[in-house]
């Protein structure tokens, strides 16, 4: 009962806060006043000012894609740069060298397309430098990038016969300060008062309460020795004296200003963790209070995008069906996965040895890989939030999650990231979705398919296949030729059909622009860090060039004048086609790969 | 088509590297440091001016007269002087393999072993398994109930209150509903040890 509470109230949050602030969204694309204009407009006017940027410019599609592409460039090379030289750079108190060329390449790609694949463990590779300056400068731009887009989009549908679609200058720059900043200063503070660390402090020690015998092991690291009787220096395991084993009296205990980038990277739908494990990690999310936060704010913005969107085309219905439909399969998906973590395993159940049951002084269930404050219901809640909005942060490890619990959460990432998605990317890519809706459906009815008073012909139809096509694409081209390469399997921490998982799970992720990993497989090595770095920017950047497209042929358009005939696409019959639309291209696509992996070991399981 | 292009994105890109990387994240971390310098500087817990952990780190626990935690994967973080500091790591393991069950197993005779005077028959889910950080420094009430047998019998201290440490360390729901209920292992060990 408790938990079934918990799942309510996290959705019910999530829509009462997405409505206004989707409203607000739409107010700053076009510039009308609100109440932070008193406070921030002097400042945007500055800014464009001081970088002699025309507010009133018009960029035609090609312009604005190619504003876009330099933008993004200029983040990918600085990136390296930063992470490169950072042994060089101050804002470094532990001394750490710096990153290889491949680690940046992938890191760097991974920032700039809002993916934030994270091949690293933050508080061991990156200096605080690299973390503000680089990473968090990306979580912001790169989520005001997407935003940027969906405005050029709306104004593709708004505009008739005309080539404009707005300047991505002032797009960026107006997401940024009124949108992004004063909510990330609120979610920031909040953060760091709940326990999220803020400093600039090297690493700090700690005496352990039990010192800790360990010895080195096959991996090259080492291991916590079984009942080690420790004196002063020496290791004795029943009385013999163990060599090479070292005793360990401190504990590690990693600082840094986190507390701005989390804040940053949920509601960016970035994800990148400042630490290794994410919001998992203590110092990253120590409760259940930082954790509501955290989870609502990763999908706040993608939410508030469809009632943004509704009010830009002036078709407010629109916004609201196209919420719905995300809205119906997250429900969804979030069930299948809370029903199967709840239920846990039987392995883990060990023939009733283990008390996996719900009780009042236990979440019980599948706690493998979850956190005692979050339980299974703050936990599954969240994953399934985060594979649904391209975040990719995650406060429980998905490698342990069970196999119909990882399905979903590899679907959900497969589906293109059209449940919500990404800020931006998630609503124009469920464009692309309507669109081939529209065009199904015309084809039923003998019409010629229009949306939102425009008439859809080949070219748009074109890019809408590029723009739900591209994830697909670049997710099963890339895993199949991973798996052909014979040193994969080395890579993997769990054998047979769950190993395969853990490798479809990078490529799909990275594929969708999702971050979120199976993190037991080891993907720092040259060539995966390659591929998934171009992966990362080839499913980035087309479905950009796509929505670009479609939104400058679409403003060149006149008005098709509804008439009696004229497909509604607000009822609830499109609603349902779309998540029909989008459920049967991504089972068409996946069902082979996903058999492969978590439903193959899903029947060895129940074996 | 490019024309002012790469100028204005130089612009704009320095700008927002200023004021998103630098300004903001001073400006969080300053209020932070003002307001709430225990939580931003990690939730320590000081013994005698020594730092003796903090209160969201987890540590690993194997001693009959402390109270044991969630699985912890030690790692080791090499110092700079190449001491060696432990950490912890999340297991990524599939629970729904043979090979898990056997280290679910060998789990569960190790506490069954160590807790025979325990009043539940099944061991509670957070004893044996590994959390989300590897770092969890907390387990549930009936991880914490489990062993209060044992922990009676090896610290000498009498079962009432050995209980009043563990309700002192035990923190609810946030506002009743988010989350799950919680003990604080370090914190009751420290108590149980006299040192807090």
Redesign the interface.
């Known amino acids: 009962m408790?938990a079934a509470?918990?799942y309510i109230?996290y959705f019910a949050v999530l829509v009462v806060l997405a409505v206004p602030l989707g409203r607000f969204m739409a107010h700053i694309m076009d510039g009308e006043h609100t109440f932070l204009s008193p406070v921030i407009a002097p400042v945007e006017r500055g800014?464009y000012r001081?970088?002699?940027?025309d507010a009133a410019e018009q960029m035609?599609c090609?312009?604005y894609l190619?504003?876009v592409l330099?933008?993004s460039g200029?983040?990918l090379v600085?990136l390296v740069a930063l992470q490169a030289l950072q042994s060089f750079l101050p804002g470094n108190p532990?001394?750490l060298p710096g990153v290889s060329w491949d680690l940046s390449f992938n890191t760097a790609a991974s920032f700039i397309t809002n993916t934030n694949w994270q091949s690293y463990s933050g508080e061991?590779t990156l200096s605080y430098l690299v973390q503000?300056?680089?990473l968090?400068?990306q979580?912001?731009?790169s989520a005001g990038t997407g935003i940027a887009v969906m405005f050029a989009l709306i104004r593709g549908f708004r505009q008739v016969k005309e080539q404009g679609l707005g300047s991505f200058?002032v797009d960026?720059?107006r997401t940024?300060l009124y949108v992004?900043?004063p909510l990330?200063?609120v979610f920031?503070?909040c953060l760091?008062?709940?326990?999220?660390?803020?400093?600039?402090?090297p690493a700090?020690?700690?005496?352990?309460?039990?010192p800790?015998a360990?010895q080195p092991n096959a991996d090259g690291?080492?291991?916590?020795i079984d009942g080690a009787q420790i004196e002063g220096d020496t290791v004795k395991v029943d009385g013999k004296v163990v060599e090479g084993a070292?005793v360990?009296t401190?504990?590690?205990?990693p600082?840094g200003?986190a507390?701005?980038?989390v804040?940053?990277k949920q509601s960016g739908t970035n994800g990148g963790g400042f630490f290794?494990?994410n919001s998992?990690?203590?110092?990253e999310n120590?409760?259940?209070?930082t954790?509501?936060i955290e989870m609502t704010s990763l999908l706040l913005i993608p939410a508030a995008c469809c009632f943004a969107f509704g009010i830009g085309v002036k078709n407010t219905k629109q916004g609201k069906a196209i919420f719905a439909a995300m809205f119906i399969l997250l429900v969804i998906f979030t069930g299948i996965i809370a029903v199967n973590e709840h239920a846990?395993?039987?392995?883990?159940a060990?023939g009733?040895?283990?008390?996996?049951e719900m009780?009042d002084?236990?979440?019980?269930?599948?706690?493998?890989?979850?956190?005692?404050?979050?339980?299974i219901a703050?936990?599954s809640t969240w994953s399934a939030f985060t594979t649904a909005a391209s975040n990719g942060s995650?406060?429980?490890?998905h490698?342990?999650y069970?196999?119909l619990g990882g399905f979903v959460q590899m679907l959900q990432i497969a589906l293109g990231e059209v449940v919500f998605g990404g800020v931006g990317c998630g609503l124009y890519g469920m464009i692309g979705f309507a669109i081939l809706t529209v065009f199904i459906a015309g084809l039923m009815v003998g019409r010629t398919p229009e949306f939102l008073g425009k008439k859809i012909e080949p070219g748009e139809m074109r890019w809408a296949v590029v723009l739900c096509l591209a994830t697909p694409f670049a997710i099963l081209v890339c895993s199949a030729i991973a798996c052909m390469v014979p040193g994969l399997a080395d890579q993997l921490?769990?054998?047979?059909a769950?190993g395969f998982s853990e490798a479809l799970y990078a490529f799909t992720s990275c594929g969708g622009n999702n971050g979120s990993a199976?993190?037991?497989m080891n993907c720092n090595i040259p060539w995966i860090n390659v591929m998934l770095g171009l992966e990362m920017l080839f499913a980035r950047f087309m479905p950009i060039i796509g929505t670009l497209a479609i939104a400058g042929s679409l403003a060149k358009k006149g008005k098709v004048a509804e008439s009696a005939g004229t497909l509604s696409t607000t009822n609830g019959m499109f609603v349902f086609l779309l998540v029909f639309i989008v459920l049967l291209i991504g089972a068409l696509s996946f069902f082979p790969a996903l058999a492969l992996g978590p439903v193959a070991?899903?029947f060895?399981?129940i074996a | 088509m490019f024309k002012g292009v790469a100028s204005r994105a130089l612009g704009v890109f320095a700008l927002f590297t200023v004021v998103c990387g630098l300004g903001y994240t001073l400006v969080v971390t300053g209020i932070a440091q003002v307001a709430f310098p225990y939580q931003a500087n990690g939730s320590l817990i000081t013994v005698d001016g020594k730092v003796v952990g903090s209160e969201l780190i987890g540590q690993n626990f194997d001693d009959e007269a402390h109270m044991w935690g969630r699985i912890q994967n030690v790692s080791i973080v090499k110092g700079e002087d190449g001491e060696f500091m432990a950490y912890g790591t999340p297991s990524n393991l599939s629970p729904a393999s043979e090979e898990y069950r056997q280290l679910v197993d060998a789990r569960v005779k190790k506490i069954r072993a160590s807790n025979p005077d325990a009043g539940m028959d099944a061991v509670p889910v957070d004893l044996v398994t590994c959390s989300g950080s590897g770092l969890d420094p907390e387990i549930s009430p009936d991880a914490a109930e489990y062993q209060v047998p044992r922990l009676v019998k090896a610290t000498g201290k009498s079962e009432g209150e050995v209980r009043e440490i563990i309700a002192q360390c035990t923190k609810g729901r946030f506002l009743g509903v988010f989350g799950e209920p919680t003990v604080n292992v370090l914190k009751v060990n420290l108590m149980l040890d006299g040192a807090l």
């Open positions: 408790d509470i918990q109230l800014v001081l970088l002699r940027i035609g090609r312009r190619a504003s330099v933008f200029i983040g600085t532990q001394h061991t503000f300056m680089g968090t400068v979580n912001f731009v200058w960026l720059t940024v992004l900043i990330n200063l920031g503070i760091a008062a709940g326990g999220v660390i803020s400093n600039f402090q700090q020690k700690a005496e352990l309460v039990e800790v360990v690291g080492w291991s916590v070292r360990v401190e504990q590690f205990l600082q200003p507390a701005p980038q804040a940053i290794g494990v998992a990690h203590p110092y120590p409760s259940a209070f954790n509501i846990g395993t039987p392995q883990l060990d009733g040895a283990v008390n996996i009780t002084g236990q979440a019980g269930g599948n706690m493998e890989g979850k956190e005692s404050r979050f339980g703050s936990s995650v406060n429980s490890m490698d342990s069970t196999p921490n769990n054998g047979g769950h199976f993190a037991g070991e899903f060895q399981m």
